[in-house]
């Protein structure tokens, strides 16, 4: 079966850091996303992990763990543009599709 | 190079019609792929394609749901008949035929359609 989880609704300060978490059960596993989604608006890419470790990529950073089946995305220096919806996915052994947990809102306050 | 081009952005159906949804996608891509997103949801997969061939319709409503990706021209998604609960944001997503690279290459969203059913 696929299951991903992450936190429904975060919020965080402009300027701070914050940490949105992702827990993963799928029955196989070729890759986890992380897409942010402004309402209205289409997913757009962030970032792609398929090894351990942390892949940095500006103020966005994102963290996989597969023995633990785990993954975080860090936003620092939070602006109130990252107020969006950020949406974690697995892809699929074959590659054939991705699988969406329900996203995360994050609301950046002043 | 435009990205992945979705129409119409939002559409209103009576319940019995038929809504028909088109994706072109990115030029050079190959691979389709349709999600439904409803409301304070995450994104549903429904239908992967290529062009002629359904890859993939695992997540596809047995009944009332079509798709295709012909040879020529955008992809197609194609609700018959259809009733309150397919009120939803229909995404359209490409990526590039698997000699590219598809390991590292993530899926390009379009705009997705928001279809109303009344």
Redesign the interface.
Known sequence: GQN?DQPTEMTATEGAIVQINCTYQTSGF??L?W?QQHAG?????LS?N?LDGLEEKGRFSSFLSRSKGYSYLLLKELQMKDSASY?C?VRDLW?????????TILRVKS | NAG?MQNPRHLVRRRGQEARLRCSPMKGHSHV?W?RQLP??????MV?LQKENI??ES?MPKERFSAEFPKEGPSILRIQQVVRGDSAAY?C?SSPP?ETG???T???????TRLTVV
Do not use: H, M, S
């Open positions: 991903i070729n890759g996303f897409y608006e289409a997913p757009t890419f792609y398929v949406l996915a590659g054939n599709k991705l699988v969406f947990g329900a996203g | 992945v792929y999600y304070e949801e995450g994104l549903k997969f992967y890859i993939d997540g995404f997503a698997d598809w390991e590292n993530e899926a390009f969203f379009g705009q997705g």
